[in-house]
């Protein structure tokens, strides 16, 4: 015999019998859930186009979108970008990622180059972030072509 539980988030599951006969075998059970809320973005993926360009205009070249992040209740979280694919460049502590031909992209959020910032949620509600790029070449190494490179952004919450 197996006793039918659901768990909170409604999934349904069965018990042996060894554990649910150790149950009380009252038809109501009390589950008391404490929900500390969260933050979802309203994003899981961003493209940045920077368009076609000539390879004399693109150096320096900014392009951005916003990723809008709503939070349930008040919160800090910490952005952090890793990258996906190795600059060509070193460009100190500010963060890229190679995008190839010879170009880097030096991506930032909400303004800080750094890869990684915090934004404090003083109540609950929706604020946007910027993410950026900046294109970098130098035109000993740079070519023509499809620039394409990745970063992941982590949310960390406390």
Request: with cysteine; hydrophobic share 35%; charged share 15%.
């Amino acid at each position: 015999m197996q006793r039918h539980f659901a768990s909170y988030l409604g999934a349904r599951f069965k018990i042996p019998y060894n554990v649910a006969k150790t149950l009380p075998r009252e038809n109501e059970m009390l589950f008391l859930f404490k929900n500390i809320g969260g933050c979802r973005p309203s994003a899981q993926s961003l493209e940045i186009k920077h368009g076609d360009l000539s390879i004399n205009s693109a150096n320096n070249h900014y392009a951005a979108q916003t990723l809008s992040v709503s939070c349930d209740v008040p919160a800090n979280i910490r952005f952090m970008l890793l990258r996906n694919t190795t600059p060509t460049y070193s460009h100190g502590k500010k963060f890229s990622v190679g995008l190839g031909h010879g170009w880097d992209s030096i991506v930032s959020v909400n303004g800080v180059d750094t890869g990684e910032t915090t934004m404090r949620w003083y109540k609950a509600g929706t604020q946007n972030l910027t993410i950026g790029s900046r294109l970098y070449g130098e035109s000993s190494k740079i070519q023509p072509g499809v620039l394409s490179g990745s970063a992941t952004l982590l949310m960390i919450l406390p």
